[in-house]
């Protein structure tokens, strides 16, 4: 039988979420790096899902803990519309998907794994990126580690701003 790694996603298993706020904790740490935090705002961060479900996976938060998608004022959702916008433009230039699926799962019945603190998912998709793995293996297979990945897309934000 052939084995298939995942080894990351054991700290999951193992801790789950312990009741505590991940997109709160991370804001909090300011340790972007080690965090998979790409960029922050004044309302809001992007990050990538450590648990991808595609190479590219980033989720966007506001900075404040809002579980209701009506709770954000008009700041906070402008800048992560505009933040979801921007990185789906950058991701488009780097690992040219050939589209996306963006959004938010809103309450445990959705899908949210952190149902207290609203995300946008914005995943990369590839024409083929769909096949047994998942189905058969319970596994995904990435074709890239999340800090490569991070270097490249901090690159090519670093190149949109011009720095």
């Known amino acids: 039988m052939e084995r298939i790694w995942a080894p990351w996603r054991m700290k999951f298993i193992l801790e789950g ?3 505590r706020c991940l997109f ?10 080690k965090n998979f935090v790409i960029e922050r705002g004044e309302r809001a ?8 479900y595609n190479n590219g996976h980033l989720m966007v938060a506001p900075t404040r803990h809002e579980s209701e998608f009506d709770g954000l004022d008009d700041q ?13 433009r950058i991701l488009k230039g780097v ?3 050939d589209g996306f699926n963006i959004g938010l799962n809103l309450g445990r019945v959705a899908g949210a ?11 990369p998709r590839w024409n083929g990126d769909t096949n047994f793995m998942p189905v058969i293996a319970g596994t995904k297979v990435l074709s890239e ?5 991070y270097d490249r897309l901090k690159e090519a934000l670093a190149a949109s701003e011009g720095r």
């Open 17 to 19: 979420t312990k009741d």
């Open 24 to 33: 709160c904790d991370v804001r909090d740490s300011g340790e972007d790096r």
């Open 45 to 52: 961060l992007v990050m990538f899902n450590i648990y991808p």
């Open 76 to 88: 906070e959702l402008r800048e992560a519309n505009l933040l979801v916008q921007k990185w789906v």
């Open 95 to 97: 690992l040219r998907p």
């Open 113 to 123: 794994g952190f149902e207290g603190h609203l995300h946008y998912h914005i995943v």
């Open 145 to 149: 580690s999340l800090e490569a990945a």
